[in-house]
T-cell receptor, first 113, second 116 residues
Framework: GAVVSQHPSWVICKSGTSVKIECRSL??????MFWYRQFPKQSLMLMAT?????????EQGVEKDKFLINHASLTLSTLTVTSAHPEDSSFYIC?????????FGPGTRLTVL | GNSVTQMEGPVTLSEEAFLTINCTYT??????LFWYVQYPGEGLQLLLK?????DKGSNKGFEATYRKETTSFHLEKGSVQVSDSAVYFC???????????????FGSGTRLSIRP
């Protein structure tokens, strides 16, 4: 099946700094990618849809200035958590569709101190 | 809007027991339905799917049937193993099967623990 990678797999940062998370489709092109957030022992919440060549579409309640998304190419989307705070600590997961199936990255665990 | 409601966990069973995890959905149109599994320390994996009414998805001994009349997609397995311990997510895609940009809406997840 299709492979989606994420980098880094985990990151620890200080409060107030910005963190960039990369999501790559390794063996296919993805004009659309999705970013999810998963809190401990909870479900995945869709944050935004990343669109190659246009602006990302954010879900209701997600701050677009806080979570910057850039779909730089057909194989790369980045999520930047700006001015991170402890409440942003979470597990961030991206996915990319191939036909009607989603392939998920392994996730990035962000811890903000 | 579209949503997925699944059985609250955690669920604890003995090895070889029968498993059912209930899942119901609310959606307009004809969504595709999925079960994803997340093993400890790993990413999400697609377990099985069904794209139209009365379809049965199956994999690794797990089955689920797309029931449009009851808007359900319950997950079943006849004899669970310790290795089935994981979190299971019911999900739907909110566009038709011909769309390549469908976003997935997840249920809350059900943690399953199997005792030896």
């Amino acid at each position: 099946g299709a492979v989606v990678s994420q980098h880094p797999s985990w990151v620890i940062c200080k409060s107030g700094t910005s963190v960039k998370i990369e999501c790559r489709s390794l063996d296919f092109q993805a004009t659309t990618m999705f970013w999810y957030r998963q809190f401990p022992k909870q479900s995945l919440m869709l944050m935004a849809t990343s669109n190659e060549g246009s602006k990302a579409t954010y879900e209701q309640g997600v701050e677009k200035d806080k979570f910057l998304i850039n779909h730089a190419s057909l194989t790369l989307s980045t999520l930047t958590v700006t001015s991170a705070h402890p409440e942003d600590s979470s597990f961030y997961i991206c996915s990319a569709p191939v036909y009607n199936e989603q392939f998920f990255g392994p996730g990035t665990r962000l811890t903000v101190l | 809007g579209n949503s997925v409601t699944q059985m609250e966990g955690p669920v604890t069973l003995s090895e070889e027991a029968f498993l059912t995890i209930n899942c119901t959905y609310t959606a307009t149109g004809y969504p595709s339905l999925f079960w994803y599994v997340q093993y400890p320390g790993e990413g999400l994996q697609l377990l099985l799917k069904a794209t139209k009414a009365d379809d049965k998805g199956s994999n690794k001994g797990f089955e689920a049937t797309y029931r449009k009349e009851t808007t359900s997609f319950h997950l079943e397995k006849g004899s669970v193993q310790v290795s089935d311990s994981a979190v299971y997510f019911c999900a739907l895609s909110d566009q038709g099967s011909h769309s390549s940009a469908s976003k997935i809406i997840f249920g809350s997840g059900t943690r399953l623990s199997i005792r030896p």
